[in-house]
C-alpha cells in the first residue's frame, strides 16, 4: 500500500564525532554496517516496507560516499511519482550550513511546499532497527495530534544517556529532559522503566512550517527540534502524543526482535551491535522475507572457502562473509566480512569487522578489531593483542579495547 499523503525527511548530515575515525571520510549513516549494508539502509527500509515512497534524504558532512550509496543502490519508479532524492546543503537561506536539526529541514522547507504533504516525517538516518512507520502514522491520525514523536522504554539507571520524554496518563507529552542527572518521571504504571527520545517525528506539515519560520528568527536559538521546536510547541498548548515504539510490529518480527533500537553513535556500540548479528538467534534478524533489507547488490562471485591441508584450512565459525571474499587457508571466528576481503593462509581473525577490500596477510593474528576500508595488512602482523603497541602504530583503540585501523591505513 503507497502512502501518498506525507512526505519523509531523513537527517542523513551527521559528523558522527564519535565513530571516529570511521566518520573521517564519511558521514555516520554511509558507514558500513553487517558486511554488505550501510546504516542508513535501515531507515530507508523501514519506510519503503511502510508505504511509504516520497523520500528526501538530507546530506551535508561529507556526503560523497553516502551519495554514491544512494544513488546506484536505491532507483524508485518516477512513474508512480517515487523516488528517493538527495537533498545536499544549499545555503538557500543564508550563508550558514545547517545550524542545527530544525534549520536542516527550513533549508530545505521549498521541497515541503512543492510537495505539499499533509504529513511530514522527519526521521535520522544514523539507528540500527526496524520499524513499520505506517503504524506510528495511524496513531498521530488516532490521536488528532499536532505532533507524534517516537520513544523508546529504558531502565531509569540509564536515563542519563538520553533525551528523556515524560508523559501523562493518555501519553501526551508533558516535558522533556536531555541527559538528566536526576531520576526522571517514569512511564505511567511502570516504575522501573523511562522513555527515550527516538528522534523521529511525524508533523501536521502547517504546524512544522510555521513552527520553522518562527524559529528563525529567534537569535538565540540552537534550531533544534529537541531544544527549541518542541519545547515552543509544547509550552504553546499543541497536540504532541508520544509513539511507543516497543507496541511496533512488523511483519514476520520475533519476540526477541520487538524494541531492538540501537544508537551505535559510539566504536563501542558500532561494534557491539554488529557482534551481536552472529548470534544463532539474532535480536536483529536480517534474514526475514517478511520484511526484507535491501541494499546495494554488487556484482561480486561467491565467497570461496579453499584449502584443506593439514594445519592449512580455510574457514569460518559463527561469522557473516559477504560477496567476493576468498578465505585462503585463514581462519576466522566470530567476525563480520564485508565484501573482497581475502584472508590468507595461516592468519586467525577473531571477533572482528573487516570492511571493503582488506587484505590479511600470512600468520597475522587480528582480535576485536575494526578494519576499515583498502587495508593491506602485511604477513606476521598483530593487532588487538597489545593496545599500547597499537596506538604507538596510529591507530584509535576505544574505551572498550576496540582497535580501529582507519581506511587505507598503509602498515
Same mark, same amino acid.
Given at each position: 500500500?503507497?502512502?501518498?499523503? !506525507?512526505?519523509?525527511?531523513?537527517?542523513?548530515?551527521?559528523?558522527? #564525532?564519535?565513530? =571516529?575515525?570511521?566518520?573521517?571520510?564519511?558521514?555516520?549513516?554511509?558507514?558500513?554496517?553487517?558486511?554488505?549494508?550501510?546504516? $542508513?539502509?535501515?531507515?530507508?527500509?523501514?519506510?519503503? %516496507?511502510?508505504?511509504?515512497?516520497?523520500? #528526501?534524504?538530507?546530506? *551535508?558532512?561529507?556526503?560523497?560516499? /553516502? &551519495?554514491?550509496?544512494?544513488?546506484?543502490?536505491?532507483?524508485?519508479?518516477?512513474?508512480?511519482?517515487?523516488? $528517493?532524492?538527495?537533498?545536499?546543503?544549499?545555503?538557500?537561506?543564508?550563508?550558514?550550513? =545547517?545550524?542545527?536539526?530544525?534549520?536542516?529541514?527550513? *533549508?530545505?522547507?521549498?521541497?515541503?511546499?512543492?510537495?505539499?504533504?499533509?504529513?511530514?516525517?522527519?526521521?535520522?538516518?544514523?539507528? $540500527?532497527?526496524?520499524?513499520?512507520?505506517?503504524?506510528?502514522?495511524?496513531?498521530?491520525?488516532?490521536? %488528532?495530534?499536532?505532533?507524534?514523536?517516537?520513544?523508546?522504554?529504558?531502565?531509569?539507571?540509564?536515563?542519563?544517556?538520553?533525551?528523556?520524554?515524560?508523559?501523562?496518563?493518555?501519553?501526551?507529552?508533558?516535558?522533556?529532559?536531555?541527559?538528566?542527572?536526576?531520576?526522571? +518521571?517514569?512511564?505511567?504504571?511502570?516504575?522501573?522503566?523511562?522513555? !527515550?527520545?527516538?528522534?523521529?517525528?511525524?508533523?501536521?506539515?502547517?504546524?512544522?512550517?510555521?513552527?520553522?519560520?518562527?524559529?528563525?528568527?529567534?537569535?538565540?536559538?540552537?534550531?533544534?527540534?529537541? +531544544? %527549541?521546536?518542541?519545547?515552543?510547541?509544547?509550552?504553546?498548548?499543541?497536540?504532541?502524543?508520544?509513539? %511507543?515504539?516497543?507496541?511496533?510490529?512488523?511483519?514476520?518480527?520475533?519476540?526477541?526482535?520487538?524494541?531492538?533500537?540501537?544508537?551505535?553513535?559510539?566504536?563501542?556500540?558500532?561494534? *557491539?551491535?554488529?557482534?551481536?548479528?552472529? *548470534?544463532?538467534?539474532?535480536?536483529?534478524?536480517?534474514?526475514?522475507?517478511?520484511?526484507? @533489507?535491501?541494499?546495494? &547488490?554488487?556484482?561480486?562471485?561467491?565467497?570461496?572457502?579453499?584449502?584443506?591441508?593439514?594445519?592449512?584450512?580455510?574457514?569460518?565459525?559463527?561469522?557473516?562473509?559477504?560477496?567476493?571474499?576468498?578465505?585462503?587457508?585463514?581462519?576466522?571466528?566470530?567476525?563480520? /566480512?564485508?565484501?573482497?576481503?581475502?584472508?590468507?593462509? =595461516?592468519?586467525?581473525?577473531?571477533?572482528?569487522?573487516?570492511?571493503?577490500?582488506?587484505?590479511?596477510?600470512?600468520?597475522?593474528?587480528?582480535?576485536?578489531? @575494526?578494519?576499515?576500508?583498502?587495508?593491506?595488512?602485511?604477513?606476521?602482523?598483530? @593487532?588487538?593483542?597489545?593496545?599500547?603497541?597499537?596506538?604507538?602504530?596510529?591507530?584509535?583503540?576505544?574505551?572498550?579495547?576496540?582497535?580501529?585501523?582507519?581506511?587505507?591505513?598503509?602498515?
Amino acid at each position: 500500500m503507497s502512502i501518498d499523503d !506525507a512526505l519523509v525527511m531523513i537527517l542523513a548530515g551527521g559528523e558522527g #564525532k564519535r565513530l =571516529y575515525p570511521l566518520t573521517k571520510d564519511r558521514a555516520k549513516p554511509a558507514v558500513p554496517f553487517g558486511g554488505r549494508y550501510r546504516i $542508513i539502509d535501515f531507515v530507508i527500509n523501514n519506510f519503503i %516496507n511502510s508505504g511509504f515512497f516520497k523520500i #528526501k534524504v538530507l546530506t *551535508q558532512y561529507k556526503s560523497d560516499s /553516502l &551519495n554514491k550509496h544512494i544513488t546506484r543502490g536505491w532507483m524508485l519508479s518516477p512513474f508512480l511519482n517515487q523516488y $528517493i532524492d538527495l537533498a545536499p546543503a544549499q545555503m538557500r537561506t543564508g550563508s550558514d550550513w =545547517y545550524r542545527g536539526t530544525a534549520d536542516a529541514i527550513y *533549508q530545505n522547507m521549498f521541497h515541503i511546499l512543492d510537495e505539499d504533504p499533509k504529513y511530514v516525517c522527519i526521521f535520522g538516518g544514523d539507528h $540500527i532497527y526496524k520499524m513499520d512507520v505506517s503504524q506510528m502514522l495511524d496513531f498521530h491520525k488516532s490521536k %488528532n495530534a499536532d505532533l507524534s514523536i517516537s520513544a523508546i522504554p529504558i531502565p531509569v539507571e540509564d536515563a542519563s544517556e538520553f533525551g528523556i520524554i515524560e508523559v501523562d496518563d493518555n501519553w501526551r507529552l508533558t516535558n522533556f529532559v536531555e541527559k538528566p542527572k536526576t531520576a526522571p +518521571k517514569t512511564i505511567p504504571g511502570n516504575p522501573n522503566m523511562c522513555l !527515550a527520545s527516538m528522534g523521529n517525528y511525524i508533523f501536521n506539515k502547517d504546524i512544522l512550517t510555521d513552527a520553522l519560520e518562527r524559529d528563525d528568527k529567534i537569535q538565540e536559538s540552537s534550531h533544534d527540534f529537541g +531544544k %527549541n521546536v518542541i519545547p515552543m510547541l509544547l509550552n504553546e498548548g499543541k497536540n504532541i502524543y508520544i509513539y %511507543n515504539f516497543y507496541d511496533n510490529n512488523c511483519p514476520g518480527m520475533s519476540d526477541a526482535e520487538r524494541g531492538y533500537w540501537r544508537d551505535v553513535g559510539s566504536i563501542d556500540s558500532y561494534w *557491539q551491535a554488529n557482534m551481536d548479528l552472529l *548470534q544463532a538467534c539474532p535480536e536483529l534478524d536480517l534474514y526475514s522475507k517478511d520484511w526484507p @533489507i535491501r541494499t546495494f &547488490n554488487y556484482n561480486y562471485p561467491p565467497a570461496k572457502f579453499i584449502w584443506q591441508d593439514g594445519d592449512r584450512v580455510g574457514m569460518a565459525t559463527n561469522s557473516m562473509v559477504s560477496e567476493g571474499c576468498i578465505v585462503s587457508g585463514g581462519v576466522l571466528s566470530h567476525c563480520v /566480512l564485508s565484501p573482497k576481503v581475502r584472508i590468507n593462509s =595461516y592468519s586467525m581473525v577473531c571477533d572482528s569487522i573487516l570492511m571493503e577490500n582488506v587484505d590479511v596477510g600470512r600468520y597475522s593474528k587480528i582480535r576485536k578489531a @575494526i578494519i576499515d576500508k583498502n587495508v593491506k595488512i602485511p604477513p606476521n602482523t598483530r @593487532i588487538g593483542y597489545n593496545w599500547e603497541e597499537d596506538v604507538k602504530r596510529g591507530f584509535h583503540v576505544s574505551p572498550g579495547g576496540v582497535t580501529v585501523v582507519p581506511k587505507g591505513t598503509i602498515l
